[in-house]
Structures are given as C-alpha cells and as structure tokens.
C-alpha cells in the first residue's frame, strides 16, 4: 500500500477509504486503487475489521480500480503474551488484462512485503 486516505466519515468505525498500491512486476502491473467501505469494531479484546469495495466516481489518473470482494481482518491478543494473531481474508480482483501467473506473484509478493512492513512498524 503507497496511500491511504479516508474520503467520508459515516459513523464511529465506518468510513470511505480509498487506498492505493504500486505498480508490481516492473510495472507490467499497473498501479492499483481502490475505494472501500470500511467498519472496525472491537472483538474479543481485540480488533476486527471488515470491508468491500464501493462505487467511487473520483478517479486517479494513471492508476486501475481494482476491487475488493467482502474482507475482513481479526487481531486477536494471544494469552499471557505481548503477541496479538492477525488473520485476514481478503478476496482482490485487480482487474485489467493480466495474466493470471503474474497476478498470483504479485498478490503473493505483496501480503509477504506487507506482512513484513507491519511488523517493522509495530517494533517501533
């Protein structure tokens, strides 16, 4: 993810987010952006977060909307420990005309990049 940026507030936990990601692949795949609806709730002394891609007219040039089917994640605290799990489905279509091998690297690459990069920034 290169951007984030809430574009409307609904409720306490809801909200607009429209996100973008960088091109991958030497940009054979080109950067990415999608909107989502977003709701965030506490659970189990924990977080879960919950989202689908909705209609935006707003679109930045040179970017693809991409969409994203029904997610969610869950950050659970582990016992007895300064751990938390974090568990997260997530179903991308990134639309365009891309092979499906290069999709699957990219997706692949990108969870591990982004999996890596939230560990750096929670050992902050």
Not at 69 to 78: D, L, V
Request: proline fraction near 3%.
């Amino acid at each position: 993810m290169t951007s984030m940026e809430i574009v409307e507030t609904l409720d306490e936990g809801c909200c607009v987010v429209k996100y973008t990601t960088a091109g991958q692949l030497w940009d054979i795949i080109s950067p990415r952006e999608f909107v989502d609806f977003s709701y965030t709730t506490d659970y189990e002394n924990g977080l879960l977060s919950c989202g689908v891609s909705v209609d935006h007219d707003e679109h930045k040039q040179g970017f693809v909307r991409g969409f994203n089917h029904p997610c969610g994640w869950f950050c659970i605290p582990e016992e007895n420990s300064t751990h938390s799990l974090l568990t997260g489905y997530i179903q991308t279509d990134l639309r365009g005309m891309l092979p499906q091998s290069a999709v699957d690297t990219a997706m692949a690459s990108g969870l591990v990049n982004f999996y890596s990069d939230l560990r750096q920034a929670l050992h902050v």
